[in-house]
């Protein structure tokens, strides 16, 4: 198949978050399968296309692409995802581009991904190549399905072409003034006099995504399922309850050329399940970094993550004192809202042997994290997939996760069994969010810390499970013949 996959953040060109690594496997493994991959991504001011080898696309040449009525002049820089045959088309245009960050709350973020959505579209036109399935993520390409039908739907070379909405998080919603709808340039009979595409008076690219997918899916079972309620759905479940037949959850793989205790590039000491004396040299380097005290007997509490209320940081500053008092170290990376970095930067201030804080994006910090810590902490609110607690599995560092979305699809507290009555816990979750129910969890899992064979078994049930990427990417080729066969 011929496979467009677009999408607003890819590993190793510019991430905020998990989207990032899964837009830089899946294509991967998709083209592996023998697919015929084309990724596509803004090229923003943070990407050096010298230091990625990549070069300036003169066979594409200027795109003129239309937002609010006015041309403007794109350009695409092509490459190559690392150690990869998939083809990836950065689109240039600095004027938007150009920022100092990701995403921003400028006035024209919609005009930003309008532009986008549509140079995708027109970059395939003047390749003239034909997709089978074009696969946009979240609400920064949701757009695409609709312009593919409304805008573009004059042009052949689309009219086998289906298309896939993967929702990675529910809670960005691409939600702008109505108006927003006009400088796409949609036909206003979709929006105006409340039109099908209008939400609440408001624009709202991931809504219009969901009506027009030939197939929408998010990034695990449980999460579809939770999307479907009125109290998780974000005011989405209703148009998701519309789809119904056409609405999937597919589990995150792992990249495990990234994520491996055994080759990990930023980590000191490599070790695997047969070996593990580096994972003990780890923690040393990790607490020396984090400029904690070095104590074998006492667990490492590791978090890494975008510092977020989805992410449970208010049950966590419910008990903090609590959690400080216990036998037990803490480190944190993460950036993100500024009231919970300083939440933990007082903890850090009146706990400085048991706290460490990093705020800030550190690519090796968080793998160190995951390779020196004991324990990972994820108690959020709502979690799509997740991708941390499944790297900690692999890294022998055990998880602690709230029973919601693809934490709940991935780990298995130790209280649980199996149908042949085996133990098949790989860490410790808990349903209720609430401080309390946190804690309780957090004290059961230092306590079969100290239990060397318990804790070696919780270790080893999540180190042999295999989630890379191979049995997803099938899922997503399943989902994709599903999307073809429909008329
Ligand atoms: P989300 O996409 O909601 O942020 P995920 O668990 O799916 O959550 O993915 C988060 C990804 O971002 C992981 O790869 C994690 O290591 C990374 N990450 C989050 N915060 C940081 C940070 N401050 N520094 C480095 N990596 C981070
Ligand atoms: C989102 C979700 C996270 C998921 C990631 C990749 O950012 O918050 O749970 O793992 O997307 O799908």
């Not at 989207?19 to 991504?41: Q, R």
């Not at 600095?94 to 960050?101: A, D, G, Q, S, V």
């Not at 990701?102 to 027109?122: C, G, H, M, P």
């Not at 399935?133 to 949701?142: F, M, P, S, Y």
């Amino acid at each position: 198949m011929k496979i467009a996959f677009a999408s607003s953040e890819v590993v190793p060109f510019a991430k905020t978050g998990g989207l990032a690594d899964v837009s830089g496997a899946l294509p991967k493994e998709l083209a592996n399968l023998g697919n015929e991959v084309k990724v596509f991504m803004p090229k923003y001011y943070q990407i050096n296309e010298h230091e990625h080898g990549h070069h300036y696309d003169s066979l594409i040449g200027e795109l003129k692409v239309s937002v609010n009525g006015h041309e403007h002049s794109v350009h695409v820089f092509y490459g190559k995802l690392p150690n990869s045959n998939v083809d990836i088309y950065f689109i240039h245009y600095p004027n938007y581009f150009h920022r100092n960050k990701i995403y921003t709350n400028d006035w024209d973020e919609d005009e930003r991904f309008i532009l986008f959505s549509k140079a995708v579209i027109q970059v395939m036109q003047k390749l003239g190549w034909e997709p089978d399935i074009v696969h946009t993520n979240d609400w920064q390409t949701a757009l695409i399905p609709v312009l593919l039908k409304e805008n573009y739907g004059w042009d052949k070379l689309f009219h086998n072409a289906k298309t896939v909405l993967t929702i990675h998080n529910i809670g960005y919603q691409g939600r702008f003034a109505l108006d927003s709808y006009k400088k796409a340039e949609l036909p206003p009979e979709l929006y105006v006099n409340n039109g099908p595409l209008a939400h609440e008076g408001d624009s709202n690219f991931l809504k219009a995504g969901i009506l027009y997918a030939d197939i929408i899916n998010t990034v695990s079972e449980t999460y579809a399922k939770e999307l479907l309620t009125y109290e998780m759905g974000a005011g989405m479940d209703s148009y998701l309850w519309h789809r119904y037949d056409d609405f999937y959850g597919i589990i995150n793989g792992v990249d495990y050329s990234v994520w491996n205790p055994e080759i990990d590039k930023y980590i000191p000491y490599h070790y695997s399940m047969e070996e593990f004396s580096g994972k003990f040299k780890d923690k040393q380097f990790l607490l020396e970094k984090f400029k904690l005290p070095f104590n074998e007997h006492v667990p490492v509490i590791g978090m890494v993550s975008r510092l977020v209320s989805q992410k449970g940081f208010d049950i966590i500053e419910d008990v903090l004192e609590e959690l400080l008092n216990l036998d037990a170290q803490f480190v944190v990376l993460g950036s993100g809202e500024s009231n919970y970095e300083s939440m933990f930067q007082k903890a850090h201030n009146t706990y400085p042997k048991k706290m460490g804080v990093y705020f800030g994006y550190s690519e090796e910090l968080a793998h160190l994290i995951e390779a020196g810590a004991d324990i990972f902490l994820m108690p959020s609110h709502y979690e799509p997939c997740g991708l941390n607690q499944i790297y900690s599995l692999k890294y022998g560092t055990v998880p602690i996760v709230r029973k919601t979305g693809g934490l709940a699809d991935t780990v298995q507290d130790w209280n649980e069994y199996n149908e042949l009555g085996q133990e098949i816990g790989n860490g410790f979750s808990f349903y209720d969010y609430s401080g309390q129910a946190m804690l309780q969890s957090v004290k059961r899992a230092i306590n079969d810390f100290h239990n060397k064979p318990v804790w070696e078994k919780i270790q080893k049930n999540g180190m042999i499970k295999d989630y890379s990427w191979k049995h997803s990417a099938r899922e997503y080729i399943k989902l994709y013949q599903k999307a073809v066969s429909k008329l």
